[in-house]
C-alpha cells in the first residue's frame, strides 16, 4: 500500500541528455512562435508551436503523460494534410532559395514541413508517455 500513495518521480526522464532534449525542443518551438508575428496568421501558428512547446515542457514533469501530446500530433497531421496539395506544386530545393517568400507555394512547403516537425515530435512524446505509463502500472499478482 506504501507504493500506492507514493508521490509521482517529477522529472523522471531518462537521461540528462533525454531531459536537454526536450527542453531544447520546447525553447525551440517557444522560439518558432515569437517568430510568427510578421506570418499573415499569426496567431494560429503561434497557438501550435506554444502547445508544441507546452507539451514538451509538460513532459518532463508528466513522463507517463500521453493524451495532451497526441492530440497536438493529431492537429498537426491533419493540418499538413491540408497543405500536401500545395507543396507538390513546388520543390524541396526552391523552399530554402531565399529568406524572403517568393510564393504562396513556398510559404505553404514550409509551414508544410513545420507541422510535419511538430506533429513528429509530439507523436514521439505520446509514444514515449504510453511506454512509461506502461512500465509503471501496477502488475497485477498472480493467485
Given at each position: 500500500m506504501p507504493e500506492a500513495r507514493a508521490m509521482r518521480n517529477t522529472l523522471a526522464v531518462a537521461s540528462k541528455a533525454a531531459t536537454l532534449g526536450v527542453g531544447t525542443m520546447g525553447v525551440l518551438f517557444v522560439l518558432a512562435a515569437a517568430l510568427q508575428y510578421n506570418d499573415p496568421d499569426p496567431y494560429a501558428w503561434a497557438a501550435l508551436y506554444l502547445a508544441a512547446a507546452g507539451v514538451s515542457f509538460a513532459t518532463l514533469w508528466l513522463p507517463d503523460a500521453w493524451k495532451m501530446p497526441a492530440s497536438v500530433a493529431v492537429v498537426a497531421f491533419?493540418?499538413?494534410?491540408?497543405l500536401a496539395p500545395a507543396v507538390t506544386?513546388?520543390?524541396f530545393p526552391d523552399l530554402f532559395q531565399s529568406w524572403e517568400m517568393?510564393?504562396?507555394e513556398m510559404e505553404?512547403?514550409?509551414e508544410f514541413l513545420g507541422l510535419l516537425l511538430v506533429g513528429a515530435w509530439t507523436a514521439y512524446l505520446a509514444q514515449r508517455g504510453r511506454k512509461t505509463r506502461q512500465r509503471s502500472a501496477p502488475r497485477e499478482e498472480q493467485s
Open positions: 491533419i493540418w499538413a494534410a491540408t506544386r513546388t520543390s517568393m510564393s504562396t505553404e512547403g514550409r
